[in-house]
């Protein structure tokens, strides 16, 4: 199969924290993520408050937008923008709390935990 026409997009919906970007990178060398894949931002249903993050290694897909993040490729796909255009992606590594931390303006609520929210 093809690899689908993917459109690039120069200034990313998101932003990622120094700390996030090197924690992510030293994820992609301890788990020999392959050449051609990026870190997939988005959102799926479910979680305690209706919407849940997603973070994964994937290849591009066709509703996908491309971004380049401090050297990082980002893939989002072009329907879940209106879900985390705004938001920052930070990694914690304190005593009281360790992983990834989403500050999403378009979140009207979020469950405790920080991992899903909801816009309504």
Do not use: W
Request: proline share 4%; hydrophobic share 35%; glycine share 10%.
């Amino acid at each position: 199969m093809e690899n689908p026409v993917v459109e690039t997009v120069v200034e990313s919906p998101i932003k990622i924290t120094e700390n996030a970007i090197k924690e992510i990178k030293n994820i992609i060398v301890q788990k020999n993520v392959p050449e051609g894949y990026g870190l997939r931002v988005g959102v799926q249903g479910g979680g305690c408050s209706g919407l849940s993050y997603q973070l994964g290694f994937d290849k591009p897909r066709e509703h996908d937008n491309q971004y380049i993040v401090n050297e990082l490729l980002v893939i989002i796909d072009k329907r879940h923008l209106m879900y985390i255009a705004g938001m920052e992606i930070d990694f914690q590594d304190g005593l009281n709390a360790r992983g990834f931390t989403f500050n999403n303006p378009n979140a009207k609520s979020t469950c405790g935990c920080g991992s899903s929210f909801s816009t309504k």
